[in-house]
């Protein structure tokens, strides 16, 4: 989607716009006198042109949380005066952008009950790796974005919007994860909020150096190729198709750095159709998840067979135990009301047998009746997940917190129950 073209102005300050809906740049070509030539120096690390026929393509890679960045976007913009200007957001993450307090609407019940908890705490945490960077160095985090908007409103240039929806990218890249890739993510995700006391500004710059970035994209795809594949590669597919279908003889994108190299190839031979892109894949029906239910239930059954009656029992008295223990625990370390802990060790026993239910939701379900986040709770959101204690502090996060723990506790204890029957079984 793309704004609509105004008489064009002097730069200046302007406000956000209407991007709902989407018109083409002006056939006409505009007078160029005033353009400059971009600076061959700190600018030439992160900006690449292209030329396909008549039509010339800029891309300016960001580092997202440098002041640089920002001040290259408008460098560029004001130097190149293009046609249109496309920035790497989305309508819902231009709303983000536009207005923070969105998250004000969010709708916490919801998101537990759609099984949406988990993924909403690791999105949180990336967030707040990203804030808390951009808080040290001065800078709000997409403020190049913003920067890249408001002087091109200012200009009367269109603004485009060209990167695919943020919900299909996240559907996709969480339907298409392995079990192995998930927990590596979310681990990942958990360890990164600690891991931003050493990094200074000139560090947050290299990330503008494309191969630098691009070592470290292709670093974690060797953990979880998908992440890499479907956050990288599809995007710059995406993206390169919207670039290319934009009408105007100059076009300039603002970009994440590590999006440079594969724009450049995509732009030279794009796709013909974005919407395979879009398509969100069916849930997997994996049979695997049913293997540890089906063992336990084994188990209890040879207990009942071999041992008796009292072997039996004794086989359900552990499993109920060792699930409750460590469902109650978890939901304990995430400072959950009393009750939300009982309720997750009442569940647990019983949803480890149904891979289709989970402890934490309903200790998350039972967590946010009984502590409904108030209006201060999303007010606060922003700054509190930039501290662990915050995350603890908030309503909000608490209560992922509380499915997130509980879920894993319910887990640990479904497995360390296994070798206590075992050994019960063997020792009839």
Aim: proline share 4%; glycine share 6%.
């Amino acid at each position: 989607m793309m704004q609509k073209r105004k008489n064009r102005k002097p730069l200046q300050r302007a406000t956000f716009g209407d991007t709902e809906g989407r018109t083409h740049a002006d056939p006409q070509r505009r007078q160029r006198n005033h353009a400059r030539p971009l600076d061959p120096g700190k600018d030439a690390v992160s900006t690449e042109t292209i030329r396909i026929g008549t039509k010339e393509i800029i891309l300016v890679g960001t580092a997202h949380v440098s002041r640089d960045s920002v001040q290259e976007v408008r460098e560029s913009i004001q130097a190149t005066n293009p046609d249109v200007v496309a920035v790497e957001l989305c309508k819902r993450r231009y709303d983000v952008l536009r207005n923070p307090k969105s998250w004000q609407d969010t709708d916490i019940v919801g998101i537990i009950r759609e099984k949406k908890a988990s993924f909403l705490f690791a999105n949180l945490v990336l967030a707040a790796f990203q804030k808390r960077i951009g808080e040290k160095l001065g800078v709000r985090p997409g403020q190049e974005m913003h920067e890249a908007i408001v002087v091109a409103e200012a200009a009367g240039i269109p603004v485009a919007l060209i990167d695919r929806p943020v919900q299909i990218t996240l559907q996709r890249t969480w339907r298409m994860l392995s079990f192995k890739e998930r927990f590596m993510l979310i681990a990942s995700s958990i360890t990164a909020i600690f891991e931003t006391e050493d990094l200074d500004e000139d560090t947050i710059e290299k990330l503008k150096e494309k191969d630098v970035l691009t070592a470290a994209v292709d670093e974690i795809g060797k953990r979880a190729p998908t992440v890499k594949k479907v956050f990288l590669d599809e995007r710059d597919a995406y993206m390169g198709k919207k670039i290319s279908d934009l009408e105007g003889s100059r076009i300039l994108a603002v970009v994440g750095a590590g999006h440079l190299q594969g724009l450049m190839e995509q732009l030279k031979d794009p796709i013909d159709d974005v919407s395979p892109l879009e398509y969100v894949p069916e849930k997997k029906r994996a049979l695997w998840k049913w293997l540890v239910p089906l063992v336990i239930f084994a188990l209890v059954a040879g207990g009942f067979y071999f041992g008796g009656t009292d072997r039996g029992v004794e086989m359900v008295k552990w499993w109920f135990i060792s699930n409750a223990v460590f469902a109650a625990l978890g939901t304990a370390l995430a400072l959950g009301h009393p009750i939300s802990v009982i309720v997750a060790a009442c569940a647990s026993p019983i949803t480890s047998m149904n891979p289709t239910l989970a402890a934490g939701w309903f200790a998350g379900l039972s967590e946010a009746y009984l502590r409904r986040p108030k209006v201060a709770d999303f007010e606060r959101l922003q700054e509190d997940i930039l501290s662990v204690r915050g995350f603890w502090r908030n309503s909000v996060t608490r209560i992922l917190l509380v499915v997130v723990f509980a879920n894993l506790g319910s887990s640990v204890g479904a497995y360390l129950a296994m070798p206590i029957l075992t050994k019960i079984i063997f020792d009839s």
